[in-house]
Each structure stands twice: as structure tokens, then as C-alpha cells.
């Protein structure tokens, strides 16, 4: 079972207030929730939203127990305004950014370079472009271009040359094959693999991650009640830099953590995925009549 990162830190932002309307947006396997519902009997209405249909399967089961109280939403979660309403006062709001291990745990999906599998990485399997698409037909220029600024590859370049050079002779459709290319232009030091920054880069293009991002968290503000509390969590600096510059220029919220959360060392000795999490909250201000 995936575990949920941050979790006794994401509970204590909630404990000894009341909790009416919740919003998961990135439901996952329902850790989060569970855990949140298990602790506030109170909550009325919680809104799980996620765009992978085999997340929502999983936390559909593992809530059973509090089926009346869940609405499960297929969205993406740029579509928040649209699932909850757009005059909706929430109590609080949930982000867990990014991909999760039991994704990158499926070879089908395509995440990940150490599962062999094909070049998909869409986390909505209904979209229609893929990480194949993107590499097979997308401009040497296009490429270097995301590698650089999605996942600040420093040899963004040659690495886009030697893909574009390897698909003149044959379609790359695999991560493993891709993964190859990878390491043949680009040589890391240390326990990350050559292929990491650019496996990254693509995962974010593929599901316009850091677009959504940017235009979710202010409607997300926008529908929280008064006094409402939102976390996100993210796991690399790209988002949260966008999580961190958002809530700094928003003049409706209060920042209820001045530095980001992480995991202590025994939470990332047991998930090693929590070593890169960091967790940010904010408050809804009162209105100002």
C-alpha cells in the first residue's frame, strides 16, 4: 500500500478545528483522507479528486467505511471551481503534488527508468499525448528547451541531439531504450541515475504539471472559507517555488509555515520517497467588510 508522506504534519494543521467541507485534490490511495477522516467525525461532505482512474479504484475500496461522506470526482484538479462550485466555502484543501510510487511502481505507466515499459507517463490515461509523442515527434529545439527549464538537465542539449540522432533510425517506445540514450551523453556522479532530470522533464510536459499548478493554487485560495487551511505538498523546487511565490503574493492568506515542512529521519528511512517532500500551509483570512 503506498504510504502517505507527511501525514502526522499534515493532521496537526486540523486538530481542534472543526471541519465541515474538505477538498482532496490529489486523492491518491486516500491516505491522507482516511487518516483525516478517521480523526474528524464531523466532516460532512469530502470531495476526492484525482485524474488516475486506478488511484480513484484503490481509494474508493480503502474508504468504503466512509463511502456516505466521499464523493469521488475523475478531474483533474485545474478543475477545482468546476467540481465543488464556484461560491463553494471550503474548510480546507489537500495537494499532494506530483507522481506518486505507486505509479512509478507500474511498468505499464511509464514513469519510471528502472521498470522497463512503454514511454506513456500520461497520469491521466485518457489524455491523448504521451512522453512517446513528445520524443518521436517533437523539434530538437523543443526538447532541449524543456529538459532545460522543466528539469534543469545542464546538458539539456546533448541530450536532445542524441534522441533526435536515435529516432531517425528507429521510433523510441520504450523507457528503457530512452533511458539508454540518456546515459550515453550524460554521466552523473554520485545515486542519480543520468536519465532522472530528464525522465522528469517529460512527466511534467506530458501532464502540464507546473501550468496547472500555477493556476490552481489561487482558485484553490479563492474557495476556502474564512479561517479554511490549505497544504500542499511538493518534491522538487520547480513547484515549490510556485507554491512558495503564491502564497507570499497572496494578500487573502496568512502563511502558517514560514520554512517548508520535511520528514524527519525516521519518516525517510522508512519512505525514501518523503526525503524530497516538503509541506506548506496557509490560512484564509477574514473578510473585511
Avoid at 486538530?15 to 474538505?22: C, E, K, L
Avoid at 491522507?32 to 480513484?56: C, F, K, R, V
Avoid at 531504450?177 to 510536459?205: C, D, M, N, W
Wanted: charged share 30%; hydrophobic share 40%.
Amino acid at each position: 500500500m503506498h504510504i502517505s508522506v507527511l501525514q502526522e504534519e499534515f493532521l496537526s494543521f486540523f486538530r481542534n478545528r472543526p471541519i465541515r467541507r474538505f477538498v482532496d485534490g490529489t486523492l491518491g490511495a486516500g491516505g491522507h483522507s482516511l487518516a483525516l477522516l478517521q480523526e474528524h467525525p464531523e466532516i460532512e461532505e469530502l470531495i476526492g479528486i484525482d485524474q488516475d482512474t486506478n488511484a480513484l479504484a484503490i481509494a474508493k475500496e480503502r474508504l468504503k467505511d466512509f463511502a456516505p461522506k466521499v464523493r469521488f470526482v475523475h478531474a483533474n484538479f485545474e478543475e477545482l471551481k468546476q467540481v465543488v462550485g464556484s461560491q463553494a466555502a471550503i474548510d480546507g484543501i489537500f495537494l499532494d503534488l506530483g507522481v506518486s510510487s505507486m505509479q512509478l511502481d507500474q511498468e505499464g505507466r511509464g514513469f519510471s527508468f528502472l521498470r522497463d515499459g512503454p514511454l506513456d507517463m500520461r497520469m491521466n490515461p485518457h489524455e491523448t499525448l504521451t512522453a512517446e509523442d513528445i520524443i518521436n515527434s517533437w523539434p530538437e529545439a523543443d526538447l532541449a528547451k524543456i529538459f532545460y527549464e522543466l528539469g534543469e538537465e545542464r546538458r539539456s542539449r546533448q541530450a536532445a541531439k542524441a534522441i533526435v540522432q536515435a529516432r531517425r533510425k528507429e521510433r523510441i517506445t520504450t523507457t528503457g531504450k530512452l533511458a539508454e540514450i540518456i546515459s550515453s551523453v550524460i554521466y552523473r556522479r554520485g545515486k542519480l541515475h543520468p536519465a532522472t532530470l530528464i525522465f522528469q522533464a517529460l512527466r511534467l510536459a506530458v501532464n502540464r504539471e507546473l501550468e496547472v499548478i500555477t493556476s490552481l493554487l489561487p482558485n484553490a485560495i479563492d474557495l476556502l472559507a474564512p479561517g479554511g487551511r490549505m497544504g500542499v505538498i511538493s518534491f522538487h523546487s520547480l513547484e515549490d517555488r510556485i507554491v512558495k511565490e503564491t502564497f507570499k503574493k497572496n494578500p487573502h492568506i496568512q502563511i502558517l509555515t514560514k520554512k517548508p515542512l520535511v520528514a524527519d529521519y525516521q519518516e525517510s528511512r522508512k519512505n525514501p520517497r518523503a526525503r524530497s517532500a516538503k509541506l506548506r500551509f496557509c490560512e484564509k483570512l477574514p473578510q473585511i467588510i
